[in-house]
């Protein structure tokens, strides 16, 4: 069993920065990819960014050139910087990681709130 255990998500003012952690109970390489998804009230739960074990990335078009993903694989962190924060970035950020199995294909965080005013 994995744990993705997320933080950082906060109430932040439109034009502000977070970072969000997300820290695995083993070694991110062991994973095919791992990336941030966001789910806010009444939509379904969307992609934001993900980054394979090879280091391709690939981000969603409403955060291009405002968010960026990394990963520090001592700490097996995995982290969301975001920048230039808008209201419309509200929602439960979750970790996600794609094992590539297919007993089981992904594990997930429990989620962190970001709420940005306007």
């Known amino acids: 069993q994995v744990q993705l255990v997320e933080s950082g998500g906060d109430l932040v003012q439109a034009g502000g920065s977070l970072r969000l952690s997300c820290a695995a109970s083993?070694?991110?390489?062991?994973?095919?990819?791992m990336g941030w998804f966001r789910q806010a009230p009444g939509k379904q739960r969307e992609l934001v960014t993900s980054i394979t074990r090879g280091g391709s990335t690939y981000y969603a078009d409403s955060v291009k050139g405002r968010f960026t993903i990394s990963r520090d694989t001592a700490k097996n962190t995995l982290y969301l910087q975001m920048n230039s924060l808008k209201p419309e970035d509200t929602a439960v950020y979750y970790c996600n990681a794609n094992t590539g199995s297919i007993v089981v294909p992904n594990y997930w965080g429990q989620g962190t709130q970001v709420t940005v005013s306007s």
């Open positions: 083993r070694s991110i390489f062991s994973f095919v990819s």
